[in-house]
């Protein structure tokens, strides 16, 4: 072997390290960065003595298919149930404190108070004051929830337009990617920015890949709707301005496509956006179905009754009154809109009488607790209430609205749990693609001593050609 090719071998050698060093060195730099992957830089031979270093970027298409799969499930999870949290504070307020089921509670109790001495007017003005509290309880709830549409409303439409930003970015990636591929240069860094960019897309909606020629990737939802090929599709909706009772909210489109939502606590929602249209349009609407068939069975279990005349609102009236709403069918926003009758005085409470004369039961005078014992029994007694509303058909008003309390407790424990274990597999996928494409540091550092041998070695193998060739020279002059 000449001189000349040792010394090229040599500096060839330094160079080849100096590429794998660097690599090296920025694996470590970027060890704690969860959207950077591990590269590898491979040396192959292009001819005798010469070499060259290829750059590879660690990758496990499964892996990170089950990440985007598990973010998705976890982020539609989570925005069902952080919104229960704060839908049963204004709703329920803490500890049920503000909730129609203490109201009633609280009713029944004045009831029956009035009925052991139904002389004292003052007790029969207690009732009418505690019905007021059932009253303001039904429409506050009312409000609230309605409000609280409003406001996911908004939620809604911000993500969206964070989603478009997202696949506007994603583009731009996507683009990098494409053109270094073509070039023949290194797309690593590109990679890693237009798989960051995915999985915060994936938060937003559940999401399915497949790459082209060039590394041209195209996003679709996991229903097949286009999210993206070559150009972003357009994710539109918009947004109410206030909410009524029984009435649905916008739909997300994307591409012209509607987005599906889910259903119940272990939600078959997937992404923060179907999370939200569950939480506005499923637990937030039945929670408001519930509160108007309270109202209804309130109306109906106060109602005056008369021998000549049809049954009339008594102690509560709604806007369809003297009528009574229809057993058993669910009337949208009543809870909005009942009211303690003008009216109602206590005399008029324990006599009957409030619609005419027609409806009065008492003649015997001020020691009369028939009809108020009455009332009471109607809180207790079963009565239908309409399916739709999703809880118990048939019960009595006061555990009709205690049970509605326990199924949004039933259904805010089961989004509870499920988003544990959800997060826990979002992070248990993420650790798994973390171990197979990250940066192990302890390896990192032992294949930089490695390195620093090698250079060590091609320095000194450069040391001994230019003292040959010194003496050489030397020996020449």
């Given at each position: 072997?000449?001189l000349?090719?040792?010394?090229?071998?040599?500096?060839s050698a330094?160079?080849?390290?100096?590429?794998?060093t660097?690599?090296v060195?920025r694996?470590?730099?970027?060890?704690?960065n969860?959207?950077?992957?591990?590269?590898t830089a491979?040396?192959t031979?292009t001819?005798?003595?010469?070499r060259?270093?290829?750059?590879?970027?660690?990758?496990?298409?499964l892996?990170f298919?089950q990440?985007?799969?598990a973010?998705?499930?976890?982020?539609?999870q989570?925005?069902?149930y952080?919104?229960m949290?704060?839908l049963?504070?204004?709703?329920?307020?803490?500890?049920?404190a503000?909730?129609?089921?203490?109201?009633?509670?609280?009713?029944?109790q004045a009831?029956?108070?009035y009925?052991?001495?139904?002389s004292?007017?003052?007790?029969?003005?207690s009732?009418?004051?505690?019905?007021r509290?059932?009253?303001r309880?039904?429409n506050?709830?009312?409000?609230?929830?309605?409000?609280?549409?409003?406001?996911t409303?908004?939620?809604?439409a911000t993500?969206?337009?964070?989603?478009?930003k997202l696949l506007?970015?994603?583009?731009?990636?996507?683009?990098a990617?494409?053109s270094?591929?073509?070039?023949?240069?290194?797309?690593s860094?590109?990679?890693?920015?237009?798989?960051?960019?995915?999985?915060?897309?994936?938060e937003?909606?559940p999401?399915?890949t497949?790459?082209?020629?060039d590394?041209?990737?195209?996003?679709?939802?996991t229903?097949g709707t286009?999210l993206?090929?070559?150009?972003?599709?357009?994710?539109t909706?918009?947004?109410s301005?206030?909410?009524t009772?029984g009435i649905?909210?916008?739909?997300?489109?994307?591409d012209?496509?509607?987005?599906?939502?889910?259903?119940?606590g272990?939600?078959?929602?997937v992404?923060?956006l179907?999370g939200?249209?569950?939480?506005?349009?499923?637990?937030?609407a039945?929670?408001?179905s519930?509160?108007?068939e309270?109202?209804?069975?309130?109306?109906t279990?106060?109602?005056e009754?008369?021998?000549?005349?049809?049954d009339a609102?008594g102690?509560?009236?709604?806007?369809?009154?003297?009528?009574?709403?229809?057993a058993?069918?669910?009337?949208?926003?009543?809870?909005?809109s009942i009211?303690?009758?003008?009216a109602m005085?206590?005399?008029?409470?324990r006599?009957?009488g409030?619609n005419?004369a027609?409806?009065?039961l008492n003649?015997?005078?001020?020691?009369?607790?028939?009809?108020l014992?009455?009332?009471?029994?109607r809180?207790?007694?079963?009565?239908a209430?309409?399916a739709?509303?999703?809880i118990?058909?048939?019960?009595s008003?006061a555990?009709?609205?205690?049970n509605?309390?326990?199924?949004f407790?039933?259904?805010?424990?089961q989004?509870?749990?499920?988003?544990?274990?959800?997060?826990?597999?979002?992070t248990?996928t993420?650790?798994?693609?973390?171990n197979?494409?990250?940066?192990?540091?302890?390896?990192e550092?032992?294949?930089?001593?490695?390195?620093e041998?090698?250079?060590?070695?091609s320095?000194r193998m450069?040391k001994?050609?230019?003292d040959m060739l010194?003496?050489?020279?030397n020996?020449?002059?």
């Open positions: 072997m000449s000349t090719s040792a010394l090229s071998i040599a500096q330094l160079l080849t390290t100096s590429k794998q660097s690599i060195s694996n470590v730099a970027d060890a704690s969860s959207d950077y992957a591990r590269r491979v040396v031979s001819a005798p003595g010469a060259s270093v290829v750059i590879q970027r660690a990758a496990s298409d892996l298919r990440n985007l799969s973010l998705s499930a976890w982020s539609g989570s925005a069902l952080s919104g949290d704060q049963e504070l204004a709703v329920n307020g803490v500890d049920n503000s909730s129609p089921s203490t109201a009633i509670a609280n009713l029944q009831l029956q108070l009925a052991t001495t139904p004292n007017q003052n007790l029969g003005a009732v009418i004051d505690a019905a509290d059932v009253v309880s039904l506050d709830g009312t409000q609230a929830i309605q409000d609280f549409r409003t406001q409303d908004g939620q809604i993500a969206v337009d964070d989603l478009n506007s970015q994603f583009q731009d990636a996507n683009k990617v494409i270094g591929t073509r070039s023949g240069t290194d797309v860094d590109a990679l890693d920015q237009r798989d960051a960019i995915l999985k915060k897309i994936a937003y909606v999401v399915s497949f790459t082209r020629g590394n041209d990737m195209v996003i679709t939802t229903d286009t993206f090929e070559t150009v972003p599709r357009s994710v909706f918009t947004p301005s206030g909410y009772a649905p909210g916008n739909t997300i489109s994307i012209n496509v509607p987005l599906s939502a889910g259903s119940g272990n939600t078959s929602a992404g923060k179907a939200l249209i569950t939480l506005r349009d499923g637990v937030a039945t929670m408001q519930q509160l108007d309270t109202a209804r069975g309130l109306i279990a106060f109602a009754t008369s021998s000549s005349q049809p609102a102690l509560f009236t709604w806007s369809g009154a003297p009528a009574i709403p229809a058993g069918t669910l009337v949208d926003g009543l809870a909005g009211s303690v009758n003008a005085t206590p005399a008029l409470l006599d009957g409030a005419g027609a409806y009065v003649t015997s005078g001020s020691s009369y607790a028939n009809l014992i009455a009332y009471g029994d809180l207790d007694q079963p009565m209430f309409d739709a509303a999703g118990t058909a048939t019960s008003v555990d009709y609205a205690a509605s309390i326990g199924w407790e039933g259904v805010r424990q989004a509870s749990t499920t988003a544990d274990a959800k997060e826990a597999l979002a248990r993420a650790e798994a693609l973390s197979d494409t990250g940066v192990n540091v302890d390896q550092m032992s294949l930089l001593l490695d390195l041998h090698t250079y060590q070695a320095a450069m001994t050609v230019d010194d003496a050489l020279m020996a020449v002059g």
